[in-house]
RNA sequence: GGCCCUAUCGUCUAGCCUGGCCCAGGACACCGCCCUCUCAAGGCGGAGACACGGGUUCAAAUCCCGUUAGGGCUACCA
């Protein structure tokens, strides 16, 4: 028991979870995993303003979904405030803390002042000196109060890092932070501190904006007799612009990427290596194969950028990779919000579905680039590519070769690729045509796209039907743009004959 | 402003601790070629980095100092 190893995840419910909080998340799962330790996840819900039910709910509803689940939890500290009390009449009792009736503004005011000046300058609340009787007048007329931690007016304090080394600060640069705010809610230096020490966690790993903040925990620790656990802090993960992570970069949440098409597996991956690395050329791991290889001391130091290009290509390697079976249900859902779910694909035409999703495994990154590209079998509701158009079929006088493929199709038996490519050649060449002019109009017809898989592939698996009907639709198409034409023609025939 | 951290291809990184094997390796992206009905995938090839300046040393990407740049903290947010 006494060396188990014991890791958090501690989020704040005041947005949803992003990248790098995840990515913490995921070192401490994949620690715990590594060791066989228990990882445990903490809601740090203090402050009432900012924490919501509906962002607790997303960030446990994301860490599902990325497969980080936890041993034990969620604790929400909104609930052991208690708890908190009890460890500040501690510090109280103790003499390391006191209650401060100093004014928030006035104290905003010095410090302002100081930073024009130019100056070093740290809070050293005078109410330190206060008698107990003045502490009792004041407390008795319900004067707010905060209670702050007493720093030593001078001394160091070295963290030891697991990630960052040892790290030295100076008290003089430390001011006397708040424990307790005057809502008797505790701040993060004490219920942080607080858990940690009642959760027996050994490791305290986190984002490296956490590092500076540390001493002051190092200091309330200490205050408190309580054995330190180790500290490991994670370089923080930048926008591609190299600013911190924040709206102005767009969705960086799990739930977007999830919304997105990306697989977890993906992105569990990706955020992975971003940061730590395995010491050798490898790229692609299953979240087992990460949590027997991950160690702390290959974590990095400096600040990694987000490469939505990186985790698109891993993204597609995992498409690729993925059994079909296995991106069924994930498909299934992408193409229903599209509208052109049909309850058959998982019954009868399985096999026709499950075709599909190979067809176009190797050329999709994410989920919903597959299911894009699956729509058009399942509707003829798609437009055609306007790039296609101009290139493909525009001024090709196309109309006598489609219809004559359009009516071959009738006679291919049977339906295979083979037969198919015979036909079409055939009729191309029938016609003194380039099989290409045929090949690309077929494939705008039956898709809306210059490009697609193999167009007999598409015939293939489009079928007989399907295939005449989306041809019919650019024989009306074509004879439309004839008609436009003759009319342009003739219109510019009676302006030029006036 | 003060304090702290960081600095290798555009990006993620290996190498740095334990100097020589590094005129720096891999991956993404990019470019070219092959394959080919198109697009991917795949194969082959190319371009591309030790931030800068000092020092230590026979020798520095690797050690030291400084500068610059980026990031963090500096709240009764976490």
Sequence with gaps: MSDEVRVRFAPSPTGELHV???????????????????????VEDTDEKRSTEENLETILRSMKWLGLDWDEGPVLQSDRLDLYND?????????????????QEDIEEQRKEALEADENWVYRGADRELSADEVRAKLDAEEPHTVRFKVPAEGT?????????????????????????????????????VDDIEMGITIVMRGADHLSNTPKQLLVYEALNAKLPEFAHLPLILGEDGKRLSKRHGATSVEHFRDKGYLPGAVINYLALLGWNPGDEREVFTANELSSEFTLERVNQSNPKFDLEKLSWLNGEYIKEVPAGELRPAVREALQVRGCWDEELDMERRDFFFALIELWQSRARTINELADNIAPFQTEAFAYEPAGLKEHVHGKDLLGLVEAFREALLQVDPWGQEELEATLREVAGGLDR????????????LVGKKSSPGIFEVLDLMGRDKSRSRLDRMIRYLRKLDTAKAKRLEQIANATGR
């Excluded at 790098?20 to 903490?42: S, V």
């Excluded at 460890?87 to 004014?103: D, I, N, P, Q």
């Excluded at 890092?161 to 424990?179: P, Y």
């Design 20 to 42: 790098g909080g995840a990515r913490t998340a995921l070192y401490n799962w994949l620690y715990a995993k590594h060791k066989g330790g228990k990882f445990i996840l903490r």
């Design 434 to 445: 380039e099989a290409g002019d045929l090949i690309h109009a077929t494939r705008i017809a």
């Design 87 to 103: 460890y500040v009449s501690l510090l109280m009792s103790s003499g390391k803390a006191y209650y401060c009736f100093a004014a």
């Design 157 to 193: 304090i070295t963290v030891n890092d697991l990630v960052q080394g040892e790290v030295t600060f100076e008290c003089e640069h430390i001011e006397d932070f708040v424990l307790q705010r005057s809502d008797e809610k505790p701040t993060y230096h004490l219920s942080n501190v």
